[in-house]
Every structure is written in C-alpha cells, then in structure tokens.
C-alpha cells in the first residue's frame, strides 16, 4: 500500500528551498519548512510498494543504516546506536552517565536476528483478516479495550511541587522503597494517547507480555487528571505533548523506587510525543536507556485537520467528546479557568482544542496559544527535540495511520541522527497493528512483539 501523502506546496515565492508541508484546504494549519533531504526521502517512502520501510541514514558518519527497508541483508553495513545513556550510571549500576557512552555498532545481520520483526528477509506485518484497513484496525484500539487481558495495577499517587497529583500504576506491585537500591529488574515506563489511560488495551497487552515472557516491571504513567486520579490543581496535562510530567515521573521512579533498574520508556500518540520532548530535552541527563515512540503526532495541527476532514468527521468528533469528558470529570478543579458555555457547547475539535490551550487564566494551565502558534511551536520543537535524542530510540508509524501520517515527520533531521530507528509499516493505522487471531477470534498486537524485541535489544545490546 502506497503513503497517501500530503506533499509540499511551494512558498508565494516559488522557492524550492522554503516549500512546506500543508493540511489540504487549511491554509492556517502548521507549515514547517522542509530540507532537501526531507523531500527526497518523503518521496521515497511515498513510493515505496512494500511492507515494511525503515528510514536510512543521510550521511554515513559514524555508520550508515542503509537499505534496511527492504529487508535485504548485507552485513558490511551497520547500525550505529549511539550517546550518552543513564544505562549503566553510577547511581543506576555501573559507570557515571555524564562521562559514559553508549556505543552500539550492530550489522544488519545481528539486528534482524535480534528484531526479526522489524528488519530482515521475515519481517512483515500481515493485518488480521476481518481487520484489512486502516479504519478498521484503529477502531479495534477502542473495541479492544473491553476485552481481555485485564490486568490489576497497583496505583502510587504521585504528587508535583505545584500540588498536582497523578496515578502511577504498577505491575506486579509498587516497588517498596526498602529495595530502591537493590533491585535491578529493568522498568518499563509507559505513557497512554490522548483520551487514554493505564487501562489501554494497548497497555495491558504490552504489560501482560513484558511480564510473562520477560523479566520487566511495569509502571503505567496516567496523565494528570486521567485513569481515576482527578485534577486537584487547573494544570491539566500537556495537550502538546510537553515532557515536564514524564520528568518528574522518572525523578519519582529514580529517586523513590528503583535507584538501580534500568528504564525503557514506551509511548503512544500524544505519549509518544512527551517520550521524544523527554528524549531530546534531557540529553546527557537522560534518565532511560531508550524508547519506543508509536504514531507520535509530529504535527498536531494537520492532525486535527485530517480528523475532521475524513469519514464524515469520525475521529475529530470522538477526540472533541474525549476533551469534553475530561473537562467534565475534572470541573471542581477546572471551573475558574474555563468558559463551561464554550468547552461544553457544540464545537469542531479544532475549535475545542484551541479553547482548550488559549482559555486559561493566570495559574491556569498555563498554555497562552493564540491565533494557532502554541501548535506551530510544539511542532517546531518537536522537530528540534528529535535531533537531539542520544540514547537508542525507535519511531514506529503507519502509511496508512487516519490520525497522523508519519512523512509529516522532520525526516531529514531523524536521517541525520544515527541514535534513531524510524521505520513504518504499509498498514495497521492509529497505535493498531493488529494481526492473527490469538482465541475466540480475538487478534494480537504485532507492535507488541515488535516493540520488546527492541527493548530487548536496548537492555541487551
């Protein structure tokens, strides 16, 4: 299946070297402006007619991904994975994260043995039978959700300097702070979409199967206000995908709970926004070894555009409903800072979400957009964020995704960063990825095996 792309509309000047990225018929939408090598490789993932598409590396220094989208093996070229990690830091088991590096140069031929699928001859995904389209396989992320398995977490209510508070959920059990600097089983953190929580099927797959194939612990991060625990404070979670609560929750985890365990963070939609924010605003104070970012929104605004634009406004409306439900469940700590009359009356998701960021007071949420630039500004900062990841970090996406399409990803500037793996499947739409049957015509997930073989290969390089 080919990438239903939204190609690049040149500038009022006709300048090649200013062309942009536009939602169809929303001239206010983000328009970021993209490099040569952007356009070349948006062009070949555009034409590219297998499954299965990893991005290669623009310049071979250090050491070139190349051609690993075509699942041929070639054993002179490599993957080079490298930066500083906290893997391994002197308070977390070994060697001081400020001076350590992590330094993975891995054939092509050992990581399609290590993630088979994901590279090599075998890797494919293969969409469950009653499930062949995109609209089908993101519309299962919801059905699935009150199906098995079900998982019971033990939550630890986490609180912020600023009173706020949110749910951390746990699996098997809280770690006590009695073995914080002893045990090292490694932590899977892990951060729900938009509208979402801890009891995400998504979640509860990717935690069953850590947990009983593997030896990981969970911790589930709620955003605030979501998942049970309300908002005591008018700071509602960051609608733009900010890392300040993922922050504060790796603080938490590290200082608290598990001084010595490694952390690979794994993030859907919006949460995989937050990981690649965390990512590249912490640098060399990275506190994960590496992350799994699943169809992040790379530009929030074309998003919404392309929620209300397809299937008579399905996804735009369900979202709206979302942010209702969520600013209704949370009113007692919302009601000073927002206009019920207008969160609550009949509007487009692109209007609620405006109305969502631009309608805060002094002490509200904080997020002063005006006239869309708040969605232009998380898209740039995205971008810039992306370029500074240091520690092994896969960007897992769908050409068929209905939500956000991965070449409105900065595809020149992840090329150029040899510490992240971008790849795309030709189908599985929104955060789906749904193959086979398992039981009782119940499919599985196949970014869940995906997703743990490239922890897997982070833990154990």
């Not at 400020?98 to 590279?119: D, H």
């Not at 504060?248 to 709970?257: A, E, F, G, T």
């Not at 859907?268 to 937050?274: E, H, K, Q, R, V």
Request: aromatic residues 8%; hydrophobic residues 40%.
């Amino acid at each position: 299946m080919a990438l239903n792309s939204i190609g690049p509309v040149p500038d009022s000047q006709g300048d090649a070297k200013n062309q942009s990225t536009r939602t169809l018929g929303d001239k206010s939408s983000y328009s970021s402006p993209i490099d040569r090598d952007t356009q070349r490789l948006r062009e070949e993932m555009s034409n590219f007619n297998g499954d299965i598409y990893a991005l290669e590396l623009v310049k071979p220094t250090p050491a070139p991904l190349r051609n690993l989208r075509r699942g041929s093996l070639d054993t002179d070229s490599e993957i080079h994975l490298s930066g500083t990690s906290s893997c391994g830091s002197s308070s977390y088991g070994g060697i001081s994260a400020s001076t350590s590096t992590l330094v993975n140069e891995v054939s092509r031929e050992s990581l399609a043995f290590r993630c088979p699928a994901l590279f090599g001859e075998k890797a494919r995904f293969i969409p469950t039978k009653w499930l062949p389209n995109a609209h089908l396989q993101t519309s299962y992320v919801q059905i699935s959700k009150a199906l098995p398995p079900f998982m019971v977490f033990e939550r630890e209510i986490v609180s912020f300097q600023d009173g706020s508070i949110l749910g951390l959920d746990w699996y098997p059990k809280i770690p006590p702070q009695s073995s914080h600097m002893l045990d090292p089983t490694p932590i899977l953190l892990l951060v729900h979409g938009l509208n979402g929580s801890s009891n995400e099927a998504y979640i509860r797959s990717l935690s069953m199967l850590a947990t009983q194939t593997r030896n990981y612990r969970i911790a589930a991060m709620n955003f605030r206000g979501c998942g049970g625990t309300p908002l005591t404070t008018p700071t509602v979670f960051d609608p733009l995908g900010g890392a300040s609560d993922v922050r504060n929750i790796l603080h938490h985890i590290r200082n608290v709970r598990a001084g010595r365990a490694k952390i690979v963070a794994v993030g859907w939609s919006l949460g995989a926004n937050m990981i690649l924010n965390y990512l590249g605003e912490s640098k060399s104070d990275c506190m994960i070894c590496g992350a799994a970012a699943l169809s992040p929104a790379f530009d929030i605004s074309q998003s919404i555009d392309l929620c209300s634009a397809q299937t008579h406004g399905m996804y735009g409306g369900a979202f709206a409903l979302g942010l209702q439900i969520y600013l209704y469940q949370n009113w007692n700590a919302l009601s000073s800072v927002y206009d019920s009359n207008r969160v609550f009356g009949p509007m487009d998701l692109r209007e609620l979400a405006m109305t969502f960021l631009a309608e805060s007071r002094d002490g509200g949420s904080g997020f002063n957009a005006r006239n869309g630039q708040t969605l232009q500004e998380a898209a740039a900062t995205l971008k810039r964020n992306v370029s500074a990841i240091v520690v092994p970090t896969l960007i897992l996406g769908s050409r068929d995704d209905p939500i956000t399409k991965p070449d409105w990803a900065p595809l020149g500037v992840i090329a150029r960063n040899s510490n992240v793996v971008f790849v795309t499947t030709a189908s599985g739409g929104h955060i789906g990825w749904f193959e086979g049957v398992a039981s009782g015509l119940k499919p599985v997930s196949w970014a869940d095996r995906a997703v743990l073989e490239w922890v897997d290969f982070v833990l154990q390089p």
